[in-house]
């Protein structure tokens, strides 16, 4: 099956949820054709260099609305060419997205849930906690660079969430698997949904697999950057990771 043709966007608004994390609220043209229910959902969004030559940044729906989603950015000083544009956009400007691609939600029938992210995660790790059941228990660790970037999340009474501040990801690797594994493994299947830095993914996928022994079908855990290279080259060390661990 053909992808779709990429769809031009308008910002339609900009709100700073947290002081590194920007929402851009995007519509016009492109929402007459989006697909709807596709929160959690991953797009691409389009660039091209000065040379002339087009590449494209992966990003979460973070929600959706009948004219509207919600993109998240993080933030940084040295933030990469999406992060750079969400900062600098204003209403009126338009981009080309691609996607949707498919989400990855946990297997709701699980005895209990245990979820692992950094900020680039959180939008994908928010929209699997809203759609929990009512009584559905367990664990979200998330990892931020302060105290500042804690969000409100919508979740389940039985979900408790664990903030862990690591003021350098990437640089310290080792913060979200400790407190992973600081948390008290319960009693029943879990289905277990990890997504953060390259060398944190690794740590995680070896204790979940390997010391936990959790199931495949009840395990997704994968990287979302890797400190030091672009999208691009990240691709490539994923790739080249999944062959080595397969």
Known sequence: MSRPAPRVFTVLNKTLI?????????GGEGM??????????YIKLMFTRDDGTPFMRTYTVRAQRIDSIDVDFVLHEDGGPAAQWAENAAPGDTIEIGGPGPRKRVD????????????????????????LP????????IEVLSEAEIQSLDKPEGIQ????????????SDVLPAAV???????GRPAVWAACEFSSMRQLRQYFKTEREVAK???YVSSYWKLGLNEERHKTAKQEDAERSA
């Open 18 to 26: 947290t002081p590194h994390m920007l929402r851009v609220t995007l």
């Open 134 to 141: 009512a009584d559905a228990r367990g664990h979200a660790v």
């Open 32 to 41: 007459t054709t989006f697909p709807e229910d596709q929160a959690g959902t």
């Open 181 to 187: 594994r600081a948390i008290d493994w319960e009693e």
């Open 161 to 172: 969430l664990h903030w862990v501040v690591n003021e350098h990801p990437g640089e310290n």
């Open 108 to 131: 709701t029938s699980a005895d209990w849930f245990l979820f692992a992210g950094d900020m680039t995660a959180l939008p994908a790790i928010s929209d699997n906690l809203e759609n």
């Open 217 to 219: 079908s009840d395990l």
